[in-house]
């Protein structure tokens, strides 16, 4: 049995404010430690529940947070930048039998630590086929493609039951509970790596490959905060205005469609100014 890890940072243990996950801050080098743990549990979790084999996907902003040097060592892991499925790649190889998202968080424009959808701000809101999509709603779009069900998430509370709505049968474990965007009531690391743990164990019973999904064509929309921003997004073949802050493109399958939402949050983001957005 393999399991594949997408490793987010916003949703782990402790995390609360920007600091906590922006790379070079002293606030992220503390955090960098309890996200490691987070995912060191879930590694152990899966192989006592009978994991021959668990690749990590590190999934938050440069993809060079967790340390490797504290990883379980039974486990691997996939770090750095430019991945062709980015938060989930791996799972595209037809040997993932399940797939954890550990420290995910909810999506731009809802309740949640730290909300958003792939950029931290400039994103309002994104819907697929008229439905809000999470990071983790995406994503588990694009998996179900390829027959791997979504076993495990780990986040705060909101993002838990976020994720009620993509993988029903998932385990969830919240290692806080929302107060705002930059405040959670958190739970000890020593307490999210136990609970952590025990749910990976279950979860691991839930990692069987089914047929691939085919749901497409699928319409995703995403929402702005600034009307230049839509002028960036439509210099992506096939993206066009849908309203003033607003843009919609359409995609035969959630494979091509992560990806074209990747080209248009890559230059979104080179058009977003320092003071003004």
């Not at 930059?182 to 790596?193: E, K, L, N, S, W």
Request: net charge negative; with cysteine; charged share 20%.
């Amino acid at each position: 049995m393999k399991i594949l890890i997408s490793a987010d940072m916003e949703g782990a243990t402790g995390v609360t404010w920007p600091a906590d996950v922006l790379p070079g801050t002293s606030q992220w080098e503390r955090c960098r430690h309890m996200f490691t743990s987070d995912v060191n549990a879930a590694i152990a979790g899966f192989f006592d529940g009978g994991a021959d084999d668990v690749l990590v996907n590190e999934a938050h902003w440069t993809m060079r947070n967790l340390l490797l040097e504290q990883l379980d060592e039974r486990a691997q892991m996939l770090t750095g930048r430019h991945k062709s499925l980015s938060m989930v790649e791996g799972v595209q190889h037809g040997d993932v039998d399940g797939i954890a998202f550990v420290g995910y968080h909810t999506g731009a424009g809802t309740e949640g630590v730290l909300a958003h959808t792939y950029l931290a701000n400039s994103i309002t809101g994104v819907w697929v086929d008229g439905t809000p999509a999470s990071e983790g709603y995406l994503n588990a779009l694009v998996v179900a493609e390829y027959g791997v069900p979504v076993v495990l998430v780990t986040g705060d509370d909101r993002t838990c039951e976020d994720a009620k709505g993509y993988a029903p049968g998932a385990r969830g474990i919240a290692v806080k509970d929302y107060v705002s965007r930059y405040a959670a009531v958190c739970r000890p690391p020593a307490r999210t790596a136990a609970d952590i743990r025990a749910a990976a164990r279950e979860a691991a019973a839930l990692a069987r490959r089914h047929e691939p999904i085919r749901r497409g064509p699928f319409t995703v929309e995403v929402e702005f905060d600034a009307e230049h921003l839509v002028g960036a997004a439509t210099c992506v073949p096939g993206v066009e205005r849908s309203g003033t802050r607003r843009v919609r493109y359409e995609s035969p399958n959630m494979y091509e469609g992560i990806r074209c939402f990747k080209a248009v949050t890559t230059l979104v983001s080179s058009h977003v100014e320092e003071q003004y957005g």
